[in-house]
Structures are given as structure tokens and as C-alpha cells.
């Protein structure tokens, strides 16, 4: 693991030699249009980084962008992995080891998600408050690093109440609803079935998707603080009125760049 972080990292070094910024975007499906807004100083594309899988999906650019946003240093994801494209957890978690061994501190994830909540429809923002990880995987399997972080971290607070509280001050500052719930993280790539959607609901969560836990997990085992942001894209299965697909995730992505770009930029400036 370590030698595949370090070569990693320093992959990017050669690309990037100056000091790499203290905070990590990674951006979901539909949402790479933030990129727009990063003045960029390199953009690396993940085939040219050890480790890094190139991405297959739909709407993940599959490239860093590393520059200013909002005046902030920043390094931005354009697209991230996933376990139904093949990988496994520990492939997932790269990226963000890698960045924690470069400098950075603080992680922000994104990702389009289902809603469990009729009231919160496609179009809403949900701050990340907590998740479930019913995947059956773990980012953390396999032998521990304890210069990494330790063998059995504390998952009590995963997504900073700091952060939170700067991320809502943030969507009011901009007026925009920022609603607040508990993300359940599935393999996919199938869409969950209704019964799935039921049971779900009935243990706390509030939207559904397959990504971000992984990397938040790591990014808590490595010592980072961690924030998340949920773009509703669909009601779930048994919610939703009409069959669920990949084209209306990135349809709604495209229709909220604007709201979700202008509360990260929010965002970011509270940060730094």
C-alpha cells in the first residue's frame, strides 16, 4: 500500500512541484462542470498517475485539476471510482491516501444520490450528516499502516460537525436549501429495487448512491476532516413514478451546476 501511495504521489509532484493545496473536491456524477471555476494551474489525467484506474463512467472526466477556486487553493476531482466498475476498495481509497500523504487536510465529496424522502425531489442539496455502509466492503481490509492511521478508527464523527455548520452557514449565506440526512451507500450498478428502498428507510437513511463512503472512510482513518454533499437526482425505486436512469443523473447534474457550483465556492471561502 505504501509503495503505491508514494509512487502515486509522486507522480503528481512531477506534474504539480509546488505545495499541493490543503483541500481535496471530489466531484460526482454530473457534477464535473464545477471545474469551470478552478483557475488551473495543472490538469493531470489519472492515466498518468500510478494506481489511478481511468474512469468509465458517464459524466467523470477522469482527471485532477489543481489550481484556485474562490481564491483557494484547491485540487479537484473530475470524476472518481467506483466498485461496480471492477475495482476494489482499496483501489477506491488511492486518491485520497495519496492526498493526505501530499499535505492535504480536508476532503469534500460530492455525489448524485437517490431520495427516500418524498419532500426532498431531484434538484435538492443534502448535507451529508452521516452514512451506512451497506456494501460489505471496507476501504480499511487488509494490513494496517499505522503511519497511515490507526487498525480500528472511530467512525463516531465522520462528516465534521465543523464543516456542517460551515456548509449550512454557507447555502444560507447564498440562499439556497441545504437539507441535512444520512446517505446508504450501495455496490450498484443495478438501481435498488422498492423492497431495498423500504428497508432502507427503516434503517434511518435518507438518500441512496454507490460512492463516497469508501473514500470518507479512509479519508477518517488517515486523519483528514471530511465534509459531503448529495445532489438529489431521482426519488428511489417505489418513490419515483417512472423507471430510473443514468441519463436523468446527469440531466439534473447539469441543472444544478450552478446552485451546487456557487454553494462549494461559498463554501470553500469559509473553509480557508
Same mark, same amino acid.
Given at each position: ?9 509522486? %507522480? ?15 466531484? #460526482? ?15 493531470? !489525467?489519472?492515466?498518468?498517475? !500510478? ?87 471496507? !476501504? ?9 492511521? !490507526? ?16 456548509? /449550512?452557514? /454557507? ?32 434503517? #434511518? ?13 479512509? /479519508? ?15 426519488? /428511489?425505486? #417505489? ?11 446527469? %440531466? ?21
Amino acid at each position: 500500500m505504501k509503495t503505491a501511495i508514494a509512487a502515486a504521489a509522486e %507522480a503528481v509532484k512531477t506534474k504539480f512541484p509546488s505545495a499541493f493545496p490543503k483541500t481535496v473536491l471530489v466531484l #460526482g456524477s454530473g457534477l464535473g462542470g464545477f471545474g469551470e471555476h478552478v483557475e488551473t494551474e495543472a490538469v493531470i !489525467p489519472y492515466q498518468d498517475i !500510478p494506481g489511478f484506474p481511468v474512469s468509465t463512467v458517464s459524466g467523470h472526466s477522469g482527471r485532477l485539476l489543481i489550481g484556485k477556486a474562490a481564491g483557494v487553493p484547491i485540487a479537484c476531482m473530475q470524476g472518481r471510482f467506483h466498485l461496480y466498475e471492477g475495482h476494489r476498495a482499496e483501489q477506491v481509497a488511492l486518491p485520497i491516501r495519496t492526498f493526505r500523504a501530499l499535505g492535504a487536510t480536508t476532503l469534500i465529496l460530492t455525489n448524485a444520490a437517490g431520495s427516500l424522502k418524498k419532500e426532498m425531489g431531484p434538484g435538492a442539496l443534502m448535507a451529508i450528516e452521516d452514512h451506512i455502509n451497506f456494501s460489505g466492503r471496507n !476501504p480499511l481490509i487488509g494490513p494496517n499502516d499505522e503511519s497511515i492511521g !490507526p487498525r480500528f478508527p472511530d467512525m463516531s464523527a465522520v462528516y465534521s460537525p465543523r464543516l456542517r455548520a460551515l456548509l /449550512a452557514a /454557507a447555502a444560507k449565506a447564498e440562499e439556497i436549501p441545504l437539507d441535512s440526512g444520512v446517505y446508504l451507500y450501495t455496490t450498484g450498478p443495478s438501481f435498488e429495487t422498492p423492497a431495498e428502498i423500504r428497508m432502507f428507510a427503516q434503517m #434511518g437513511a435518507d438518500a441512496v448512491g454507490m460512492s463516497t463512503a469508501p473514500e470518507a472512510i479512509a /479519508a477518517v482513518h488517515a486523519g483528514m476532516e471530511v465534509a459531503g454533499v448529495s445532489l438529489i437526482v431521482n426519488h /428511489a425505486a #417505489g418513490i419515483a413514478d417512472h423507471p430510473i436512469t443514468h441519463d436523468e443523473t446527469l %440531466a439534473v447534474g447539469a441543472a444544478a451546476a450552478d446552485k451546487m457550483s456557487r454553494l462549494m465556492l461559498q463554501f470553500l471561502a469559509a473553509i480557508d
